[in-house]
């Protein structure tokens, strides 16, 4: 008899970011972010930043620059996909604060609605759901 399989449930990306205090300034006044963790308190290299059940690492480095997927190659410009069960409601709230769109919402051509959020480094967030 084969034994239970064990359970995951989310998935933490981990951004280089140039400035983690304007990272989490973006995440939390833009996308309705919260601050999880911060290290140290005053001047943070290190932050957790989450909504729900997402979660980002982000973390400063002044030797080491971001490199969101798209500068290493066009066709691949996302750093993170966000399943979002009504991105329609979620691109309002999203606008109504001011969050830049990348995209807008939009039906895609690979099945998915939704729409892209770039943030201050160049990070692309496709917050969305299969079509159907």
């Not at 002044?62 to 997927?69: E, F, G, Q």
Request: glycine share 8%; aromatic share 14%; charged share 25%.
């Amino acid at each position: 008899m084969d034994s239970p399989r064990a359970k995951t449930s989310a998935i933490s990306p981990f951004f280089i970011v140039s400035d983690v205090d304007r990272t989490i300034a973006f995440y939390c006044d833009k996308l309705g972010f919260e601050t999880r963790f911060r290290e140290p308190e005053d001047a943070p290299f290190f932050a957790i930043i989450g909504r729900e059940g997402v979660q980002i690492f982000v973390k400063s480095d002044k030797d080491v620059a971001p490199l969101p997927n798209h500068k290493r190659h066009p066709f691949m410009r996302w750093d993170a996909f966000v399943y979002a069960p009504d991105p329609d409601v979620l691109a309002a709230e999203f606008a109504g604060d001011g969050a830049p769109f990348g995209q807008p919402l939009q039906d895609t051509h690979d099945g998915l609605r939704g729409f892209e959020v770039t943030d201050p480094d160049g990070y692309v967030l496709f917050f969305g759901r299969p079509r159907g």
